[in-house]
Nanobody, 123 residues
């Protein structure tokens, strides 16, 4: 069965960095685009970044451009999210998802999700 396991979250001060990882299993990882979304308390899950199956193309939300970088290692079946210059508004649970539909910015076009990893940015 498909499994996505996120890790790497934690508590960090504003301006700090974290690298999230998402380990995938149960499917041919290199055949699927992958995405990172986040969900803050009381808010809907929102797009953060996505990466094509080969890693050749990446896409980021305007709110994280220049600060977050998505990457993948198909040999390790893992997708990463490097987060730099973190801000309090980045606080959320971060989820990785397997893209199945046509719109990589739309949460409904992702079929499988991990359990999420909490990122908290505060002084």
């Amino acid at each position: 069965q498909v499994q996505l396991v996120e890790s790497g979250g934690g508590l960090v001060q504003p301006g700090g960095s974290l690298r999230l990882s998402c380990a995938a299993s149960g499917f041919t990882f290199s055949s699927y685009a992958m995405g990172w979304f986040r969900q803050a308390p009381g808010k809907e899950r929102e797009f953060v970044a996505a990466i094509a199956s080969t890693g050749g193309s990446t896409y980021s939300a305007d709110s994280v451009k220049g600060r977050f970088t998505i990457s993948r290692d198909n040999a390790k079946n893992t997708v990463y999210l490097q987060m730099n210059d973190l801000k309090p508004e980045d606080t959320a649970v971060y989820y990785c998802g397997q893209k199945r539909g046509g719109n990589l910015y739309y949460v409904g076009d992702y079929r499988y999700w991990g359990q999420g990893t909490q990122v908290t940015v505060q002084s």
